[in-house]
């Protein structure tokens, strides 16, 4: 496949057009960014090790009748994807309390939830910041309909049980992740974007130890050692 014009690059990643104008390509990039850009830094080996765990992820998913925007490996680095419309929108799938959930409601981080998973919707807008909305929020913005909303919704929490339960085989919680949804060329709503420690919390069911980009954000240390483990567990057969 030839990469062609470079389409769009974010802070972890890279989309490249093909000679298929369905097909792009997404490369994962080693840098890291935290609180909207403000924290910046290389995570060596991160593009390597989260193309792996995505690609490992949507497999799984599409096993699981979850259509997603993956099509195959393209290098150690990068992927071939469909291509999408993406939502202006980014759902946050919440099993027990972390991060902004924590601040915003005040239980301390590990809480569990009463009715898990929590599914949070935010405004995909630098300028503003990526702001939670409200179900009325999304209805005045008209960034998506009511049909691909529900849609989206239910695939988010099909993907959580997915998820967790591939997880808790290997000795890891799923804490919380987002996720970004496009329409495909017939409309239908795919996931897209990636599933990697740079964009869930894993802790390790053990010792509740952070596998995530948390130990970036928060300058705990270990951070190449954290992606590899979970790079290790996700490759093994169940432990
Ligand atoms: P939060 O607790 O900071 O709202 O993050 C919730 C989850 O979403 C966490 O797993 C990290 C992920 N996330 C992203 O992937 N990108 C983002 O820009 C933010 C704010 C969170």
């Known amino acids: ?123 995909k807008d630098d300028a503003l910041h990526d702001p939670l909305l409200c179900l009325g929020h999304l209805e005045e913005l008209g960034v998506v309909t009511p049909e691909e909303l529900a849609e989206a919704t239910r695939m988010a929490r099909k993907i959580d049980e997915e998820l967790q339960k591939f997880f808790a085989a290997r000795g890891l919680i799923l804490v919380d992740f987002k996720l970004e949804f496009g329409r495909d060329p017939q409309g239908n709503i795919v996931l897209g974007d990636e599933i990697s420690p740079d964009t869930c919390r894993l802790w390790d069911a053990e010792t509740q130890e952070k596998l995530d980009k948390d130990r970036f954000r928060r300058d705990l240390g270990g951070v190449e050692e954290a992606y590899a483990e979970v790079l290790r567990r996700i490759l093994a057969e169940e432990e």
């Open 1 to 123: 496949m030839t990469r062609l014009e470079r389409l769009y690059e974010g802070k972890a990643k890279i989309v490249y057009a093909t000679d298929d104008p369905d097909v792009y390509i997404q490369d994962f990039k080693d840098s890291a960014t935290a609180f909207d850009g403000a924290k910046k830094g290389t995570i060596l080996e991160k593009g390597r090790m989260n193309n792996a765990i995505s690609s490992r992820l949507f497999t799984l998913l599409e096993e699981a009748g979850v259509r997603t925007h993956f099509l195959g490996l393209d290098s150690p680095t990068a992927m071939r994807i469909r291509r999408l419309d993406m939502l202006k929108v980014e759902f946050v799938v919440r099993n027990v309390v972390a991060g902004s959930l924590s601040k915003r409601i005040g239980y301390p981080e590990g809480t569990a939830l009463k009715k898990p998973p929590l599914v949070e919707y935010y405004y």
